[in-house]
């Protein structure tokens, strides 16, 4: 519950966002299926996502923080090496673990746009911008 009140505290809306890509990304994706019931939330997001930046075959990745060994990290860092990867890692805030295996994503040096949500967090490659990292939320 604290790691809920902690990220509403720094979360934003739509107004502020000075990225056009998130932007775009949340007025037209992730506020609208927010404003939708709480049924299947993830799986719409992830759709949602995947449809709007019609990646390639192959690169849209799902990575279950919760789930994932610390072993298995190196290899999950590697999909950072292609600037057309959009990672998306589910469950954050789950413990202090997975938050941490969040941080340690999003601060690598090739990631270029991080989006966090509370139910998961999107990693964007694209060297379309400066680094920056952002908390969002439903309006």
Same mark, same amino acid.
């Given at each position: *519950?604290?790691?809920?009140?902690?990220?509403?505290?720094?979360?934003?809306?739509? !107004?502020?966002?000075?990225?056009?890509?998130?932007? /775009?990304?949340?007025?037209?994706?992730?506020?609208?299926?927010?404003?939708?019931?709480?049924?299947?939330?993830?799986?719409?997001?992830? !759709?949602?996502?995947?449809?709007?930046?019609?990646?390639?075959?192959?690169?849209? !990745?799902? @990575? /279950?923080?919760?789930?994932?060994?610390?072993?298995?990290?190196?290899? @999950?860092?590697?999909?950072?090496?292609?600037?057309?990867?959009?990672? =998306?890692?589910?469950?954050?805030?789950?413990?202090? %673990?997975?938050?941490?295996?969040?941080?340690?994503?999003? %601060?690598?040096?090739?990631?270029?746009?991080?989006?966090?949500?509370?139910? *998961?967090?999107? =990693?964007?490659?694209?060297?379309?911008?400066?680094?920056? !990292?952002?908390?969002?939320?439903?309006?």
């Amino acid at each position: *519950m604290f790691a809920r009140l902690r990220f509403n505290w720094k979360a934003q809306t739509a !107004h502020g966002l000075h990225s056009p890509f998130v932007y /775009d990304l949340y007025v037209s994706v992730i506020n609208p299926i927010y404003q939708q019931s709480n049924v299947n939330l993830v799986e719409k997001l992830i !759709h949602g996502i995947g449809s709007y930046l019609k990646l390639a075959k192959g690169k849209l !990745h799902v @990575i /279950d923080l919760s789930r994932i060994q610390e072993i298995e990290l190196e290899a @999950i860092e590697s999909l950072f090496e292609s600037t057309d990867n959009v990672i =998306i890692c589910l469950n954050p805030h789950a413990n202090a %673990q997975t938050y941490l295996k969040w941080q340690k994503f999003y %601060q690598n040096k090739l990631v270029i746009h991080s989006i966090e949500l509370f139910e *998961m967090g999107i =990693i964007s490659l694209n060297p379309t911008a400066p680094k920056q !990292h952002f908390w969002l939320k439903k309006s």
